[in-house]
């Protein structure tokens, strides 16, 4: 995994889980809070590796 692959995905993974975690705080279902982490992830990978291009 290259460098810029890696940060690409680890930004990502910590988006999602902070939309995860804010999601869960609000008091929503986990499958709510499931789906909400996977738009982040799939939004936060397409807009960081436009970015970092």
Same mark, same amino acid.
Not at 1 to 13: D, E, P
Not at 22 to 43: D, M, Q, R, Y
């Given at each position: ?13 910590? $988006?999602? $889980? ?6 869960? #705080?609000?008091? #929503? ?25």
């Amino acid at each position: 995994m290259t460098t810029r692959a890696a940060l690409v995905f680890g930004m990502a993974v910590g $988006a999602s $889980a902070l939309a995860v975690a804010l999601v869960l #705080k609000e008091g #929503k279902s986990w499958p709510a809070a499931i789906l909400v982490g996977a738009a982040t992830f799939v939004g936060t990978v397409t807009f960081m590796n436009d970015v970092i291009a």
